[in-house]
DNA sequence: AACATGACGTATT
DNA sequence: TAATACGCCATGT
């Protein structure tokens, strides 16, 4: 482990273990949130690093379908995991939701604005 | 140093 | 809408 991946794990593990239930970010979303812009693919490594009791299933593609191969033992898991938590799927595709006041403070911080 | 890898994202066809 | 191409960036070899 490189004192990079354990900083970074750190703030990434942070950030996803603040998404609340029944909502879902995206991987470059949570790199964004954790303050490292452009790093999804070590999000994706972060992930695999993370602590089970961290809700790791909350975190998707970009696109709304799970980052796992369709049909795979993860896959099926995560799928399971979110849907008992609310999340309705179509096609293989998260059903867009509306996100809470919550998620997008976690994604844009407190508006600093206004 | 060079190349492959990955639970990714965006742009282009 | 789906498939491909590129961009991205720390790590492992």
Known sequence: MTEFQKSFDRKVWQVVAS???GQVM???E????????RYSRMVSSAMSRSPTALPWFRVVRSNRTLAFEAGSENYREQAQLLKQEGVRFEGGKII???????LDKILWG???DK
């Open 30 to 37: 949570v790199a964004r949130a954790a303050g490292f812009p």
């Open 26 to 28: 995206g991987y470059g």
């Open 110 to 112: 407190p508006p600093a």
């Open 96 to 102: 867009e939701q509306p996100r809470s006041d919550e």
């Open 19 to 21: 998404i609340p239930s």
